[in-house]
């Protein structure tokens, strides 16, 4: 096991893939509270929404808003979901800095969620990676590869398909790619083993976690992929999020939670957890009828428990 | 990281931790029932209750009948724990196998829960040791450290201090040593660093690790002592369980959870996990005014997710 990394960002997605998987509607105003405190709390990379036609999800038919809102604040990778090249074309308008492009390795739950085969999607990719580079854009493009661990459809997904389609991605054209837990199929040591793989596949171009907690196992893995270099992480804010194809799942990795644990671990995330504890219970109050997860809210930091100094925040 | 153990047990001490923190009374009767449903998924050793005063506990009063029965269940290892040498002649009488002397190493939690320093334990595991060793009895000692990473009276201990209470246990004349994180201020980096420590002072003789779930790392912790070779986890049915002195602190690593995860990762732990989910959800029939908690019991086995045949029982 190498050393742990350093530093690791905490990429917050709660007001995408929190706000797409709940009922209650925020408002661009409080939106955009969200992403201000965030930003406050230390946070430097925040999924602002996703750019599907409104009528789909209208709860994130502000997106072009909030990233604009977002690009004013220093230091903040502002990332979007781009489900296809329509998605991509308002991505790169919107001069966000990333988009992420899912896929889904089950075929089964690509066919069900995304209406299009996973080699279909890496098509849309190149025509994607075409766009961006004809319009002499900035916006990174990342390829995230959901259900990788199996999915409630077809169940158990081969590993193999996983790295042929992360393959299929960077030759396509994508700068980065990411590997989802989309509905809390992975165990630590399905994490650890495809996560090694994986960076052998696509080296510092592996770029990012994303663990649902539906069988109590997020945070263990994303200690397991810890080992494996990995050091960046997605997670929602109280932990809200789930998948429409995925019943009885739960929700995303707590953002808190996961921040502690980083801290307690001596790793540097750049986020001051009193603070997003405190945005934590604001965004509760917003949200009074959804189920919220989490544990860090009701049990607090740890007597004596200090935080390092938080360094520079991280590129 | 050395290689992850094959076989792990799983010590249910639901009955002991789980029912010494509620308010429900369970009767003999379903107690009987619990240790017989436990045994017959393949759990092989059960810490069935406590010695001490049925005035402080009155929910354990019934600990020796416990023992009795659960001593005519075949290859079931069956514990007690025991706060002092009164306490261990009755489970010494009670033909135990294994009797666990609980220690904090915090000495304001040792103080305030066990009314003794931590060295007045060991001066009385000393006695325990000759008083069972007086008697020709096979009991084995088991001196459990507890608040080993942190309460929430003193804050954080020193690691040297958890070092230094294990090896005065071991001295005293303790067969085995364990660690427990009592009311939840552990993460993974400081058990694999403590663990790995405490496996070079007792070597085989450090038998358990005990986590709680108050910060939501239960899981990872177990995971990150996996990896120093401890091969023994304390977890309660539901995650009942908790501590008086921990405010909002909640229960223990669940069985349920902790024996998909160590199945799904391919250690072996003799349990069939839909045995012990249809144990939770009689268990659950039995305590509904009581908090309980675990995800597997609600997001169910993943689909196409297939236990590996169960081996032998582990000694």
């Known amino acids: 096991m190498p050393p ?103 075929h089964a739950h690509s066919l069900a969620n995304l209406r299009k085969t996973p080699d279909e999607v890496v098509a849309e ?36 398909e996983v790295l042929r389609c992360m393959q299929a991605l960077l030759d396509a054209g994508a700068d980065r790619v990411s590997i989802a837990d989309t509905v809390g199929y992975a165990s630590p040591a399905a994490v650890r083993d495809l996560f090694e793989k994986a960076r052998r596949i696509a080296g510092e171009r592996f770029w990012c976690g994303h663990f649902h907690d539906t069988r109590g196992l997020a945070l263990a893995n994303v200690y397991a992929a810890l080992g494996t270099g990995v050091a960046r992480f997605d997670a929602t804010l109280a932990g809200i999020g789930g998948c429409p194809h ?46 919220l997860r989490g544990t860090l809210w009701l049990a607090g930091l740890p007597k004596t428990f200090q935080q390092r100094a938080i360094q520079t925040a991280i590129a």
């Not at 661990?149 to 081969?158: K, N, R």
């Not at 540097?268 to 405190?278: F, H, S, V």
């Open 246 to 291: 995925a019943p009885g799942a739960s929700g995303n990795a707590s953002s808190e939670d996961l921040a502690f644990m980083l801290a307690d671990m001596g790793i540097d995330t750049g986020i001051d957890i009193e603070q997003l504890l405190a945005l934590r219970a604001r965004v509760a109050q917003w949200l009074p009828n959804e189920t």
């Open 125 to 160: 990719v190149a025509r994607m990676r075409a766009a961006r580079d004809a319009a002499g854009s900035q916006t990174l493009i990342e390829g995230g590869i959901g259900t990788a661990f199996g999915c409630t459809i077809q169940g158990a997904v081969d590993q193999s």
């Open 4 to 106: 742990f990394p350093s530093a690791v960002v905490i990429r917050e997605v709660g007001l995408r893939d929190g706000l797409q998987s709940i009922q209650t509607i925020l408002s661009t105003q409080q939106k955009i509270e969200w992403i201000a405190a965030a930003h406050a709390a230390g946070q430097r990379e925040i999924e602002v929404g996703s750019f599907v036609p409104a009528r789909l999800l209208p709860q994130l038919a502000d997106t072009a808003e909030l990233v604009a809102y977002a690009k004013t604040l220093p230091d903040l990778r502002v990332s979007v979901l781009v489900p296809n090249l329509k998605g991509a074309e308002r991505a790169i308008d919107s001069r966000a800095d990333l988009m992420l492009v899912p896929l889904s390795a089950s």
